[in-house]
Nanobody, 118 residues
Framework: QVQLVESGGGLVQPGGSLGLSCAAS????????MGWYRQAPGKQRELVAT???????NYADAVKGRFTISRDNAKNTVDLQMNSLKPEDTAVYFC????????????WGQGTQVSVSS
């Protein structure tokens, strides 16, 4: 497993922007598929976005066109830029790593709170 540490959460007004960053430990980062998940109060954790080792991205329908996932293999980081934020984006956001192509996401960060409110 790899250790993941998120940063960048906070409170933002509707329509605003916020960037999250996740720093990963170890030397295998460039090989991993990375993802961002979120969990709102009383709801199940849901996938937000993923990015493969080759840079291919995938987004949940709810965030397409508003969120952008990116990675920097030299810095071992994966970022999530969130624009046009809505109150329903309020959740704890988790960074995740898929360290094997034959498994699901198997390493998780501690989460960072994002709150969208006026």
């Amino acid at each position: 497993q790899v250790q993941l540490v998120e940063s960048g959460g906070g409170l933002v007004q509707p329509g605003g922007s916020l960037g999250l960053s996740c720093a990963a430990s170890g030397s295998g980062f460039r090989l991993y598929t990375m993802g961002w998940y979120r969990q709102a109060p009383g709801k199940q954790r849901e996938l937000v976005a993923t990015i493969t080792r080759g840079g291919n991205t995938n987004y949940a329908d709810a965030v397409k066109g508003r969120f952008t996932i990116s990675r920097d293999n030299a810095k071992n980081t994966v970022d999530l830029q969130m624009n046009s934020l809505k109150p329903e984006d309020t959740a704890v956001y988790f960074c995740a790593a898929k360290t094997s192509p034959f498994s699901d996401f198997d390493s998780w960060g501690q989460g960072t709170q994002v709150s969208v409110s006026s």
